[in-house]
């Protein structure tokens, strides 16, 4: 079982920053069991992945609209995954969800794996104003 809680959200002016936070509390395993992943989601459409790091923090993957503004990062010791957001643009505006899944396959494969299969944190909203 894996209990993850988001913070570190709210509002910010475009071209901003702002740094995210998932805090994981696990039974029956360990933090490093687990690839992790970023999403985000606004009203009316899919959860959109964003990025993912692999149990180690050694392999990330970013998607196109993120890559280069945002980044992936875990403390296994902490059992938090950050994600540090940069460059913010009212178009990153949106519920923010963390993801984890026990996977040791490509990071790409594991953000499929988390929509299939992950556990989830509740989210937290960013909202970027122009």
């Known amino acids: 079982e894996v209990n993850l809680v988001e913070a570190g959200g709210g509002l910010v002016e475009a071209g901003g920053s702002l740094r995210l936070s998932c805090t994981a509390t696990i039974s029956g395993g360990t933090f490093s069991d687990y690839a992790m992943g970023w999403f985000r989601q606004v009203p009316g459409k899919e959860r959109e992945a964003l990025c993912a790091i692999n149990w180690s923090g050694m392999s990330k993957y970013y998607v196109d609209s993120v890559r280069g503004r945002f980044t992936i990062s875990r403390d296994n010791g902490k059992k938090t995954l950050y994600l540090e957001m940069t460059s913010l643009k009212p178009e990153d505006t949106g519920m923010y969800f963390c993801?984890?899944?026990?996977?040791?396959?490509?990071?790409?494969?594991?953000?499929?794996?988390?929509?299939?299969?992950?556990?989830w944190g509740r989210g937290i909203q960013v909202t970027v104003s122009s």
């Open positions: 993801a984890a899944v026990p996977y040791a396959g490509s990071t790409v494969g594991a953000l499929g794996e988390m929509l299939r299969s992950g556990f």
